[in-house]
DNA sequence: ACTATTGTATTATCTACTTAATACACCAAT
DNA sequence: ATTGGTGTATTAAGTAGATAATACAATAGT
């Protein structure tokens, strides 16, 4: 797991949106168990409490479950992480087009721009 | 102007968003005067110096000018804001395709999702 | 000349985020 | 039972962003 933090948002909010997107991109495998808490802190290079906040906040959406002293596991439950990914996605397609919109592009326009950029991408 | 502050990110990088977005949507009338940092910061709900931080940057831009006692002013330079403007909008598509990649969808479900999303859309 | 309004600068204080150091509670493995 | 590795909690200190109050510099308008 490579991290990488920019200072343009708070770090446990920048572990919390990482964390979620490697259980829901699945590049963890649901229900495997976690690095400790102190382990994860070093490896990403910030404070085991920064790192605590964020995997709480995680456990709250139920992508992680509690092992009081074995651990912290990803959840099993396939349903919510797809749910969660499509929502995820339909999310930033609406940023998308409002982001668009407030710039004063049109649908037509945005149309245009979108299949020029995708036609510029490998495979 | 309707100022409206979230709380996952500086106010000041905020102030900077949405200036920049008024100028080169075509909301503000280029080579107008803005009210002044004071009034601004008031209407915004913010502090003066938190204002001023936001609109320094956006000189350093080239996006707004400051005649020393009579004010700040927005550029003049159409070309520059439509530049930025086109800028802004292939960073918001790339932005959105790096967002879909990192979720694990590929092209075709890309493609797919986005012109479901784009037919929901009234006009 | 004077005044009011402009941008700009300075200093202090407050809060949230982060780090740091430490301690505690729990339990599987030995 | 003891040990070692879990998660969790506490307290203190550092840093950046934001607020607050104030002062200064420049000039347009009178």
């Not at 499509?86 to 407030?102: F, P, T, W």
Request: aromatic share 6%.
């Amino acid at each position: 797991m490579g991290w990488k933090f920019s200072n343009d948002k708070p770090i446990f909010a920048q572990i919390i949106d990482q964390v979620e997107l490697m259980i829901i991109s699945g590049q963890y495998v649901l229900g495997d168990r976690l690095l400790s808490v102190r382990d994860m802190a070093t490896e990403a290079g910030v404070n085991p409490n920064t790192m605590q906040k964020a995997l709480t906040e995680l456990e709250k959406k139920g992508l992680l479950l509690t092992n009081r002293t074995n651990g912290k596991f990803i959840t099993d439950d396939q349903e919510l992480v797809q749910q969660i990914r499509a929502e995820k996605a339909v999310k930033y397609i609406a940023q998308l087009l409002k982001n668009m919109h407030s710039l004063g592009y049109g649908k037509k326009e945005i149309q245009e721009i979108f299949n020029k950029q995708m036609e510029e991408l490998g495979a």
